[in-house]
């Protein structure tokens, strides 16, 4: 277990250096000037190249790359050229909705999936099979932004049940703002509870087909036992491989469905920054979201050798 984990420690490791050399350079070879931008076009030469050596930006690349790994690994991830304010604030403060709405997303993905997909599986080329498959098929071409209107559009506009967009804050309490949440997390989910059902319906379809499967049956176990019992926890494989995917592009998709429902989460602080050539807290809020689908995929590794210990042998 040990040489497995080292091995998979090894590869994040190289893959969050990796990853952040990708973002430096291609942010370095983007088009204008961050300091002109703030300045405006009317500003003069030498303020904008005062600005220039106020932010840092004229410095060699080499010489503002490592500063910047170094202020990651120290927490000083620099200060926001548009908002002068230190980016770590501006980043833990969006994360504070980002990561629930992701959890929340991914918690509705999960047991809709689960439970359809085993519902289809148990029911293979019956009703209930095809039922499911078609409303999967129709999830999967819905956009997740489309349906987030709609959902405004019912539930908000007609019904009047839920805020239209915007976020109270948790030192409102809890329950507004998970209700805040809830349409958001509702039209992410949609897609990937479409996708995972159909992941989850074709492993159970191919262990259900093992011979053990068949033993269980034999010796008298349900077949709700031995759907929950066996089947479950050998089709789980492939299952959480796509939902630590998913989880992942949660976390990195919410830019578009965060400015539908005018969330100030991480999704917009980009779209924000972008707008603003803020480049510096677009450096770090990459690198961040990549950073938490590396680990994300580095717990799924992990995950893998619980479930099936025969991972830990041939990875050893």
């Given at each position: 277990?040990?040489?497995?984990?080292?091995?998979?420690?090894?590869?994040?490791?190289?893959?969050?250096?990796?990853?952040?050399?990708?973002?430096?350079l291609?942010?370095?070879?983007?088009?204008?000037?961050?300091?002109?931008?703030?300045?405006?076009?009317?500003?003069?030469?030498?303020?904008?190249?005062?600005?220039a050596?106020?932010?840092?930006i004229?410095r060699?690349?080499v010489?503002?790359?490592?500063?910047?790994?170094?202020?990651?690994?120290?927490?000083?991830?620099?200060?926001?050229?548009?908002?002068?304010?230190?980016?770590?604030?501006?980043?833990?403060e969006?994360?504070?909705?980002t990561?629930?709405?992701?959890?929340?997303?991914?918690?509705?993905?999960?047991?809709?999936?689960?439970?359809?997909?085993?519902?289809?599986?148990?029911?293979?080329?019956?009703?209930?099979?095809?039922?499911?498959?078609?409303?999967?098929?129709?999830?999967?071409?819905?956009?997740?932004?489309?349906?987030?209107?709609?959902?405004?559009?019912?539930?908000?506009?007609?019904?009047?049940?839920?805020?239209?967009?915007?976020?109270?804050?948790?030192?409102?309490?809890?329950?507004?703002?998970?209700?805040?949440?809830?349409?958001?997390?509702?039209?992410?989910?949609v897609?990937?509870?479409?996708?995972?059902?159909?992941?989850?319906?074709?492993?159970?379809?191919?262990?259900?087909?093992?011979?053990?499967?068949?033993?269980?049956?034999?010796?008298?176990?349900?077949?709700?036992?031995?759907?929950?019992?066996?089947?479950?926890?050998?089709?789980?494989?492939?299952?959480?491989?796509?939902?630590?995917?998913?989880?992942?592009?949660?976390?990195?998709?919410?830019?578009?469905?965060?400015?539908?429902?005018?969330?100030?989460?991480?999704?917009?602080?980009?779209?924000?920054?972008?707008?603003?050539?803020?480049?510096?807290?677009?450096?770090?809020?990459?690198?961040?979201?990549?950073?938490?689908?590396?680990?994300?995929?580095?717990?799924?590794?992990?995950?893998?050798?619980?479930?099936?210990?025969?991972?830990?042998?041939?990875?050893?």
């Amino acid at each position: 277990m040990s040489v497995f984990l080292f091995k998979r420690l090894i590869t994040l490791v190289a893959t969050l250096i990796g990853a952040s050399m990708v973002v430096f350079l291609v942010l370095e070879v983007l088009p204008g000037n961050a300091a002109q931008m703030l300045m405006g076009p009317d500003a003069s030469p030498e303020a904008v190249q005062a600005l220039a050596v106020k932010l840092g930006i004229d410095r060699p690349a080499v010489e503002r790359y490592w500063g910047w790994i170094t202020g990651m690994l120290t927490g000083d991830l620099g200060l926001s050229y548009a908002y002068s304010t230190p980016v770590g604030e501006l980043v833990l403060e969006r994360l504070a909705l980002t990561v629930p709405l992701a959890l929340i997303a991914m918690t509705i993905t999960s047991v809709l999936a689960l439970v359809a997909g085993i519902y289809a599986a148990a029911r293979h080329n019956k009703l209930g099979d095809v039922g499911v498959m078609g409303l999967t098929q129709l999830g999967i071409a819905i956009p997740n932004f489309w349906f987030a209107i709609l959902l405004i559009l019912l539930f908000s506009v007609h019904l009047r049940w839920f805020s239209a967009g915007g976020f109270p804050g948790w030192d409102e309490g809890i329950l507004p703002a998970l209700l805040a949440l809830l349409l958001p997390a509702v039209s992410l989910a949609v897609v990937q509870s479409a996708i995972l059902t159909r992941i989850t319906r074709s492993a159970v379809l191919e262990v259900l087909r093992e011979d053990f499967v068949r033993t269980a049956r034999a010796k008298g176990v349900s077949q709700r036992g031995t759907l929950w019992g066996h089947v479950l926890r050998n089709a789980m494989i492939p299952v959480i491989t796509v939902m630590g995917l998913q989880f992942a592009e949660l976390l990195a998709g919410t830019i578009v469905v965060e400015n539908v429902f005018y969330l100030p989460g991480l999704g917009r602080l980009i779209f924000q920054s972008i707008s603003n050539r803020d480049l510096i807290v677009v450096r770090n809020c990459v690198m961040l979201l990549a950073a938490m689908v590396v680990c994300v995929n580095f717990i799924v590794d992990v995950l893998y050798a619980v479930i099936d210990p025969r991972l830990k042998a041939t990875s050893s």
